[in-house]
């Protein structure tokens, strides 16, 4: 997924929890079965988990793949689970490549990039969103003309604007680039103008300035806009492909996972048990990442305005 | 705090507010400007430009683009792979992910559990992804082992066979995006007014019925923003390809970015490479704009 694409689904994962409402209160699910309706809804209910099954088969078989040896890898009939349960495979792939480098990388990379989202996005929100200035809305729609512009586009001038600035091969180009898009400081200002005013009045009043209600009394309330934002940054500086294969020279100096894992396939040409369990290892921060903070990835197709209305 | 302190005239905090305004977005416009505006710039002018990577640019006007679309050899097939994998990539995404958002509805038990569980592939990295696909679509892999060994049938050598490796492109970006448009789908069917369903069901509305009179002229705002988005990221194909055929065989999976990419950064002609950005700019916004034209017909949105 690229840098470009990726904020716009924020979860609904949350509705679950949010609607007061039973399950069977909500439309589609009031009548109360009769027998033949029970009787399709367990059909449905076998359908969705044999379809949840075959979906997630990939990840699943690749999984038992990284843990068998590597001559059983296309064992025919294939089985799922090789004569041994070789979990030092995992530990192999550490000693074959730069991989620590790699994924210490993409987290220095993602985080720090979060960070800088964050900060840019978060004041410049406020200013679109809370504060009075000329020529705020002339330059807002510059902002997300902006948006409109494909990362393709981009790539080939910026990977000239970083020679000049003999950034080729550094951190910063695989930080600074992407990380003024105008999707943060977008959603920021849509969450901050959803704030009563009266609550930044008072303040103001007792003589706060912008800074202070800035960070005391916004910023704490925007706290699920900020991990909504954090969350799809992380996510796409994570996974992000493109940019990173075109600036990284030295893989083993600054490349990310992605391009680090791609690299591999070439490097360890056939020893598909150390891809796959390279692979699995990739998947784990970002899985985590969305089991973890399913319940709190709030609102952001309605926050964006997204939700088609 | 009280009001020992003397509130100002509104002019001078309007003009406080102001700065202090500018303070607050700076950061953002000089980035903006230094990372978007001038790359912009200068992608249009690079365009104009034989602009290799290193050495002497000398300005060439037109010729990046006549070269394209004369000259270059694999310019038209990657233009033609772009829109073969897109029109069959956006109806099977879109229409599947529906379907699955139908499906999850809110009588079946774990319905939450399945969404995190479809939408694991949409977060993972695309290029781990690609790399479980690549193992089992090997001929020695996981699809044709359970084809052979369960119906004794030999399965084509999917990634050597030039539509065999569209059509597994495209299986393998359906896969990896169907939850993206789910999530999307799904928000949109838990924002149904009750009224209307309740409605429709005394009216005798039912099943197919309900769900092709009611339901999704209802969500047709969210069909109609996801199939806008599903359309521009497929035109923006490139991991997938990239990683799972390399283009190939020949150049018979190799779509545009693959294309831009490969003249910018493998052949260094840095300027025909933006050229070619620009086209694939000119076709988004084209196609975007003719969905938007024709949403008018099947899009109803509230009032």
């Known amino acids: ?309 | 705090m009280s009001n020992t302190k003397q509130i100002p005239r509104r002019g001078t905090l309007a003009r406080a507010e102001s700065r202090q305004a500018l303070g607050f977005v700076s950061p953002a416009l000089a980035g903006l400007a230094l990372f978007t505006v001038v790359p912009v710039v200068l992608s249009i002018v690079m365009g104009f430009f034989n602009w290799p990577t290193f050495g002497e640019k000398t300005f060439v006007g037109l010729d990046n683009y006549v070269k394209l679309f004369t000259q270059s050899p694999d310019f038209w097939p990657a233009l033609r792979n772009t829109f073969v994998f897109a029109l069959l990539y956006v109806p099977i995404s879109v229409g599947l992910s529906l379907l699955l958002a139908i499906s999850l509805s809110a009588r079946i038990r774990g319905r939450g559990m399945l969404r995190v569980l479809f939408f694991i592939p949409v977060v993972t990295p695309m290029v781990a992804n690609v790399l479980v696909w690549k193992m089992m679509l090997q001929p020695q892999g996981l699809f044709n082992g359970l084809s052979q060994t369960w119906f004794g049938v030999e399965l084509p050598n999917f990634l050597a066979d030039p539509q065999w490796a569209m059509i597994m492109v495209v299986m393998m970006s359906v896969w990896q995006g169907l939850g993206y448009n789910m999530l999307i789908f799904s928000a949109a069917l838990e924002q149904l007014p009750e009224s209307v369903v309740e409605a429709a069901r005394i009216d005798g509305a039912r099943g197919f019925r309900m769900l092709w009179s009611v339901t999704l002229p209802m969500i047709s705002p969210s069909l109609f923003f996801a199939s806008i988005m599903t359309m521009i990221t497929a035109l923006q194909v490139f991991v997938q390809p990239q990683l799972l055929t390399g283009g190939g065989p020949g150049n018979a999976t190799q779509p545009l970015v693959q294309f831009i990419y490969n003249q910018g950064f493998k052949f260094q002609e840095l300027g025909l490479a933006a050229a070619a950005a620009w086209i694939l700019f000119a076709i988004i916004i084209i196609l975007t704009a003719l969905q938007f034209r024709a949403q008018k017909k099947w899009v109803h949105y509230e009032h």
């Open chain 1, 1 to 309: 997924m690229s840098i470009d694409t990726l904020p716009a689904a924020t979860a609904v994962f949350d509705a679950e929890a949010d609607a007061p409402a039973e399950p069977d209160e909500r439309a589609g699910g009031r009548e109360p079965l009769t027998k033949r309706g029970r009787v399709r809804l367990v059909f449905a209910h076998i359908a969705v988990y044999v379809a949840a099954a075959i979906f997630v088969s990939p990840i699943v078989y690749a999984f038992f793949s990284a843990l068998k040896p590597n001559s059983e890898m296309f064992s025919m009939p294939p089985t799922l689970i090789g004569s041994e349960m070789r979990w030092s495979n995992f530990a192999d792939v550490f000693a074959y490549g730069p991989f620590l480098t790699y994924i210490g990388n993409s987290f220095f990379v993602s985080i720090t990039g979060t960070l800088v989202v964050l900060a840019v996005s978060t004041t410049a929100g406020y200013a679109f969103g809370r504060l009075r200035w000329k020529g705020r809305d002339a330059v807002f729609v510059l902002f997300l003309a902006t948006l409109m512009v494909p990362q393709e586009v981009l790539v080939i001038p910026m990977f000239q604007v970083m020679q000049w600035f003999g950034w080729v091969d550094t951190y910063q180009s695989l930080i600074l680039p992407f990380a003024f898009t105008a999707f943060g400081t977008f959603l920021m200002r849509q969450f901050f103008r959803g704030i009563p005013f009266e609550l930044e009045e008072a303040a103001r009043v007792d003589g706060a300035g912008p800074i202070r209600s800035f960070l005391q009394i916004i910023l704490p309330l925007a706290k699920s806009a900020v991990a909504v934002l954090s969350v799809f940054t992380f996510l796409s500086f994570w996974n992000s492909y493109l940019w990173p294969l075109i600036v990284t020279v030295d893989y083993a100096a600054h490349g990310t996972l992605p391009v680090g894992l791609a690299s591999f396939s070439g490097l360890q040409g056939t020893r598909w048990d150390l891809q796959m369990a390279a692979a699995i290892i990739s998947m784990v921060p970002t899985t985590v990442l969305v089991i973890v903070l399913q319940k709190h990835l709030v609102k952001g197709i309605a926050m964006a305005g997204l939700g088609g209305r």
